[in-house]
């Protein structure tokens, strides 16, 4: 059982929009910021979001985070096949003094 | 080019001892935290710790804390994770990661696949 809480899967159409959601507390998501990665099939995983809502250098707009509350969000717009992949927000805990992923969330592009 | 190399994968019986390696490359070793993360056979990321090779600062994930030990040798830019005593639950990928902040990983190793089997 994940600290934070992801939807299991999505999936869309390409060219549609999805959100992908992850529900934390007060100790982790409420008080500091959340990170998003993308890991394709088979490969190491890679930062997608940081600071919950700043792209690194080289990822398209058409990733965005926001944060509410003690819950963030990641959409991804002009869906390609290509964004198929698992999904993992991670955030510190403040009451674990521990970092913490979501269980992940399987995108599948229809 | 910032690059991180895993040590290679491994196959251990239960209760055997082991320790992996991940060398840094392309930038200042000592500023950059490293954390370790597990994922087992089709499942999710597990933050295991991290450690901050300029003072050796280590945090441990409590799932984690007492069954692992992570080290660093900053002269060779290079970090460890250790076992004193394999169990077959431990099968998996660990990834070593460099760290802007304890969770913002920027940059990931290859993985290093462990499988112990008796």
């Known amino acids: 059982q994940s600290v934070l809480t992801q939807p299991p899967s999505v999936s869309a159409a390409p060219g549609q929009k999805v959100t992908i959601s992850c529900s934390g507390g007060i100790s982790n998501i409420g008080n500091n910021h959340v990170h998003w990665f993308q890991q394709l099939p088979g490969t190491a995983p890679k930062l997608l979001i940081r600071d919950t809502s700043k792209r690194p250098s080289g990822i398209p707009d058409r990733f965005s985070g926001s944060k509410s509350g003690t819950s963030a969000t990641l959409v991804i717009t002009g869906l390609r096949t290509g964004d198929e992949a698992d999904y993992y927000c991670a955030a510190w805990d403040n009451s674990l003094s521990s970092g913490v992923f979501g269980g992940g969330t399987k995108l599948t592009v229809l | 080019e910032v690059q991180l190399v895993q040590s290679g994968a491994e196959v251990k019986k239960p209760g055997e001892s082991l320790k992996i390696s991940c060398k840094g490359s392309?930038?200042?070793?000592?500023?950059?935290?490293i954390g370790w993360v597990r994922q087992m056979p089709g499942k999710g990321l597990e933050w295991m710790g991290i450690?901050?090779?300029?003072?050796?600062?280590?945090r441990y994930s409590p799932s984690f804390q007492g069954q692992v030990s992570i080290s660093v040798d900053k002269s060779i830019s290079t970090a460890y994770l250790q076992w004193t005593s394999l169990k077959a639950s431990d099968i998996g990928m660990y990834y070593c990661?460099?760290?802007?902040?304890?969770?913002?990983?920027?940059?990931w190793g290859q993985g290093t696949l462990i499988t112990v089997s008796s």
């Open positions: 990661t460099r760290g802007r902040d304890q969770v913002e990983f920027d940059y």
């Open positions: 450690i901050y090779p300029s003072d050796s600062d280590t």
């Open positions: 392309g930038y200042s070793f000592t500023n950059f935290w």
